[in-house]
């Protein structure tokens, strides 16, 4: 089975712009997580969608935001572009929500903003 | 914030097990502990989760005390590859994974 993927895996953008991330979870999975790493706050979790609703949503501003699709591909939008947006963006993929339920990771976006 | 306490680092010989520890002193009865391990820039890697009792799969020992204060991770006979940061994660019921700082763990040859 194919694990979850992620695109674009690196991506250079200015200050202002905007960017969309895409993530396939696995085959079968429904719920879909993204989180943010940097080094000075390490992976701090972003939102996470299960059939197309957000049902979580982590302390980030309202330039970040995502969506989830029929067939449980996701995207994050990151508006209004700032320097300290640059990180690697993680989406990781569960079969259901719930707290026993095992998340599956992708290899990450690594977004640059110059 | 998270959950969890961990080392902030640790060496292993290659080839010997490693013992990763982890404190979650106000864990609740319905969380689960998870461990999970990161490899310089790479998306993180799931290793073992469990309740209440130990846990064993092809990677990892999953060890629990009876009071659910701490848990210690094994992994049997260590390689160069498994050098990475691992996170003990003590996962709220309905949330999502809050990982702390880990452990980073560097098997020397």
Known sequence: KAGVTQTPRYLIKTRGQQVTLSCSPISGHRSVSWYQQTPGQGLQFLFEYFSETQRNKGNFPGRFSGRQFSNSRSEMNVSTLELGDSALYLCASSFRQGAGDTQYFGPGTRLTVL | ?109
Not at chain 2, 34 to 57: A, M
Not at chain 2, 72 to 88: N, Q
Request: net charge neutral; hydrophobic share 30%.
């Open chain 2, 1 to 109: 914030d998270a959950k969890t306490t961990q080392p902030t680092s640790m060496d292993c010989a290659e080839g010997r097990a490693a013992n990763l520890p982890c404190n979650h002193s106000t864990i609740s009865g319905n969380e689960y502990v998870y461990w999970y391990r990161q490899i310089h820039s790479q998306g993180p890697q799931y290793i073992i989760h469990g309740l209440k009792n130990n846990e064993t799969n092809e990677m990892a020992s999953l060890i629990i005390t009876e009071d659910r204060k701490s848990s210690t991770l094994i992994l049997p006979h260590a390689t160069l590859r498994d050098t990475a940061v691992y996170y003990c994660i003590v996962r709220v019921y309905g949330q999502n994974f809050v990982f702390g700082p880990g452990t980073r763990l560097s098997v020397l040859p």
